[in-house]
C-alpha cells in the first residue's frame, strides 16, 4: 500500500473531509495545524489526532539524518534553479 502525506499548504488550501489510504500525518504539519488552530476544541482535536497517530504508528516524526537530508536537497534544488535562471538570462 503507497504511503501518502500532505504539506500543511493542501490541509489550508483544500481543507480535506477524508485522508486517503495509507496516509500518514507529519509531526511538522500537525503541530502547523495545531498553532494555526481557532480555539481550544480545535486544540483539542489535533491533540486526539496526535494521540491516535501516534498509537497506530502513522505519526511521521523527523529526527535529525532526516532534515539534514532535507536541507542537501533543498540546496541541490536551489542551486539547479539558479543555474537555469543563469542559463535562461
Known sequence: MPINT???CIF???QPSY?????RLTAVVLQELTA????DKEVKYWHEVRR???KDETL???NGED?????????S???????QSRENS
Open 6 to 8: 500532505f504539506d500543511i
Open 12 to 14: 489550508i488550501t483544500y
Open 19 to 23: 485522508l486517503p489510504k495509507g496516509f
Open 36 to 39: 494555526g488552530a481557532v480555539g
Open 52 to 54: 491516535a497517530r501516534e
Open 60 to 62: 511521521l516524526v523527523p
Open 67 to 75: 532534515w539534514w537530508m532535507a536541507g542537501k536537497i533543498l540546496n
Open 77 to 83: 534544488l536551489q542551486r539547479a534553479l539558479r543555474g
